[in-house]
């Protein structure tokens, strides 16, 4: 049965948000940019770029509570792996997805909120710096929003070693966020 839940988590992350908010507009937006919540915001503004994050986390916040009816510690690993592997290559949109930040958020912000909000507010404010004091007058660098998410990734890896099973999770959804950020790296996204 445990299986199972690991299969549902992977298709409830296939449900791409940025991809569907495309689909509205007209256009495929992985043709464009990352059909994430950034490359949403990116191509069709803020309110788009909210809703497509909001959705995304709250994916996210289903798969972290569907984890409860499993029967196995490793259950909870693999479902979060798979929500975040789902997100980032979806198999309802040719597995072009986003790079994982905002269900990985919804995720741990459901089982683990105290270390996640402050890993999120860690991640956001080293955003904001960066991007004043950097992105803006260098564009043609790293976006801010993962560059956050990598100091704010630190932080929780760390917070996390004491949570034993949690640890372990984001252990594995750090590994799917950084392969997939890697690739959007190379192919310049």
Do not use: C
């Amino acid at each position: 049965m445990d299986f199972l839940w690991v299969v549902v988590a992977y298709l409830v992350g296939s449900l791409t948000f940025g991809q569907i908010a495309g689909v509205i507009k007209g256009f495929n937006l992985a043709d464009r940019d990352t059909p994430g919540a950034s490359g949403t915001f990116r191509q069709l503004g803020a309110r788009w770029g909210v809703a497509v994050a909001l959705a995304d986390v709250l994916k996210g916040v289903l798969v972290a509570y569907l984890s409860q009816f499993g029967q196995e510690p490793w259950s909870v690993v693999l479902m979060g792996v798979a929500v975040v592997a789902g997100h980032n290559w979806p198999i309802f949109f040719g597995f072009r997805g986003g790079g994982g930040i905002a269900p990985t958020l919804g995720f741990f912000g459901f089982l683990y909120p105290t270390i996640t909000f402050i890993a999120a507010a860690i991640g956001l404010g080293v955003a904001g710096l960066y991007w004043q004091l950097y992105w803006k007058r260098h564009r043609q660098s790293w976006y801010p929003f993962p560059v956050g998410a990598l100091v704010g990734y630190i932080y929780a890896l760390i917070a996390f070693w004491p949570t034993g099973i949690g640890f372990w999770a984001f252990l594995g959804v750090s590994g799917v966020v950084a392969l997939r950020g890697l690739r959007m790296v190379r192919n310049g996204r």
